[in-house]
């Protein structure tokens, strides 16, 4: 380990259990120096797995509904308390589509559950930074990193509304990445994932078909949580300062793949 974190204080969201990316990016974070927080949907911490992750990482656990934004000021203001500061570092890895949980077709879903999906899955990323930025709670230099598909730029016909969602999670980054750069310095990234076997990937139809397919296009082969969670680190480090307002492929190379010779084989006659 190389201490990249040491000193920095982050508020991780969305660690639900151990196959979770931001699961993985807790312990990275941790291996890394950094003291932080971790948060999560209040009926999300029914499981309780997030307790056994805040053991290993000596952090507190502090629920929180990314949509409601009494919830997120008192999940800033608690996180600079517990961590004695301004925060360094913010992961945002939030996603949930009732659409895609109801098996909805895009073509015939439901108007609430699209709100739903939109509040959850990407105004929760401006609900985040303007808490932040209006309690003044982030460092100069600090880093917040969303987690994104590429449905936001290509169609996968059942990433459903999801696409959509992405697809504002992504514009808001870039958006607010520009006002939060100006004002404080921040940087407001994201990163766009493979295919990854958790809870919220495996929900969507056909994940399977669309993990292997991904697995066969990528060059390096389909990026995994834990190297997802490396990514990560280094985007909160003082490495990538000034690095703000992208979308970052973490992919194997799936992004830039027209097709690879093994596809192709599977289409020779
Ligand atoms: P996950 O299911 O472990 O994580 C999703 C998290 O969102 C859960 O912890 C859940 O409790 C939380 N959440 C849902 N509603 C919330 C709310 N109202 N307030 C606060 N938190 C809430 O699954 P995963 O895959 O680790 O997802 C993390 C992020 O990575 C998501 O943004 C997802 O779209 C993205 N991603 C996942 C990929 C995959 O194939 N698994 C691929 C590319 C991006």
Not at 20 to 32: D, F, G, N
Request: charged content about 20%.
């Amino acid at each position: 380990m190389h201490n990249l974190l040491k000193g920095k204080r982050g508020i991780i969201f969305g660690a639900l259990d151990p196959n979770s990316i931001a699961w993985k990016v807790a312990q990275r974070c941790h291996q890394e120096g950094a003291a932080f927080t971790l948060t999560n949907a209040p009926v999300a911490m029914r499981l309780g797995a997030i307790n056994d992750l805040a053991k290993e990482c000596n952090a507190q656990v502090i629920p929180a509904d990314a949509t409601l934004m009494p919830d997120l000021e008192n999940l800033f203001s608690k996180s600079m308390e517990v961590l004695g500061g301004k925060i360094d570092f913010v992961l945002h890895s939030i996603g949930m589509s009732p659409n895609v949980r109801k098996n909805k077709p895009y073509t015939d879903i439901d108007y609430d559950f699209y709100h739903k999906t939109l509040d959850i899955s990407a105004m929760s990323l401006h609900k985040t930074l303007q808490t932040a930025m209006k309690l003044d709670a982030m460092n100069e230099w600090g880093s917040v990193v969303a987690l994104t598909y590429i449905a936001a730029q290509r169609v996968f016909p059942d990433y459903n509304d999801m696409a959509d969602a992405k697809s504002v999670l992504e514009s808001i980054t870039r958006s607010f990445g520009y006002h939060y750069g100006k004002a404080k310095k921040v940087r407001v990234n994201t990163i766009s994932q493979s295919p990854t076997k958790t809870t919220a990937g495996s929900g969507v139809k056909g994940f399977d078909g669309f993990f292997n397919y991904a697995e066969m296009m990528s060059p390096l082969g389909n990026a995994s949580a834990e190297a997802c969670a490396n990514y990560c680190v280094s985007l909160f480090s003082d490495l990538t300062k000034m690095v703000t307002m992208q979308n970052l492929f973490h992919d194997g190379g799936f992004s830039f793949t027209g097709v690879s010779r093994e596809v192709m084989e599977k289409f020779s006659s």
